[in-house]
T-cell receptor
Framework: LAKTTQPISMDSYEGQEVNITCSHNNIATNDYITWYQQFPSQGPRFIIQGYKTKVTNEVASLFIPADRKSSTLSLPRVSLSDTAVYYCLVGDGGDDKIIFGKGTRLHILP | GAGVSQSPRYKVAKRGQDVALRCDPI?????LFWYQQALGQGPEFLTYFQNEAQLDKSGLPSDRFFAERPEGSVSTLKIQRTQQEDSAVYLC?????????????FGPGTRLTVL
């Protein structure tokens, strides 16, 4: 499974757009990029997945450049409730287990 | 219920005791996973079932850890002779036949504290 690198922590303010970038230099051709969100005292929650270009859903957008060696999770107009740990991972689903890193601790300030 | 449930939510054990943690996956989900999450760390894979078959147990840290899913639905993670280093949150996840790659649905976890 490709190794990912993401910032350990980030702070932002309510109403701002937050972008979390993840590096995955050795991503394989068949790999998808997936992001999970984990609130305190809860299990991780799948939020978005993509292969290339841009994916958008009701929670976030995922931007993937042409070389796919990085990706950016974009959270529009964050609120205090977006304070969580965000995990970036890559894989093709063939290896069923998920390898989580330490994630990015996002702290939203009022 | 609609989601993955786990019980108990909290468990305190004395060192050396045996514990059993239960996971009820989403109905109809074929795949079931167990993860261990230490404080401040990401979840780490323990074991994986497809129906009742345990296909991967490479993450189990020692032979004190045992998991089963005898009827392909509910699963139990058992830890024998608990040690302090077993203190962690134990997460269960399930996955259906549809959905994106790596899309697993997690329960709230069981927080195990070994004294």
């Amino acid at each position: 499974l490709a190794k990912t690198t993401q910032p350990i922590s980030m702070d932002s303010y309510e109403g701002q757009e937050v972008n979390i970038t993840c590096s995955h230099n050795n991503i394989a051709t068949n790999d998808y990029i997936t992001w999970y969100q984990q609130f305190p005292s809860q299990g991780p929650r799948f939020i978005i997945q993509g292969y290339k270009t841009k994916v958008t859903n009701e929670v976030a957008s995922l931007f993937i450049p042409a070389d796919r060696k990085s990706s950016t999770l974009s959270l529009p107009r964050v609120s205090l409730s977006d304070t969580a740990v965000y995990y970036c991972l890559v894989g093709d689903g063939g290896d069923d287990k998920i390898i989580f890193g330490k994630g990015t601790r996002l702290h939203i300030l009022p | 219920g609609a989601g993955v449930s786990q019980s108990p939510r909290y468990k305190v054990a004395k060192r050396g005791q045996d514990v059993a943690l239960r996971c009820d996956p989403i109905s109809g989900h074929v795949s079931l996973f167990w993860y261990q999450q230490a404080l401040g760390q990401g979840p780490e894979f323990l074991t994986y079932f497809q129906n009742e078959a345990q296909l991967d147990k490479s993450g189990l840290p020692s032979d004190r850890f045992f998991a089963e899913r005898p009827e392909g639905s509910v699963s139990t993670l058992k830890i024998q002779r608990t040690q302090q280093e077993d203190s962690a949150v134990y997460l269960c996840a399930s996955r259906g036949r549809t959905g994106g790659y790596n899309e697993q649905f997690f329960g709230p976890g069981t927080r195990l504290t070994v004294l």
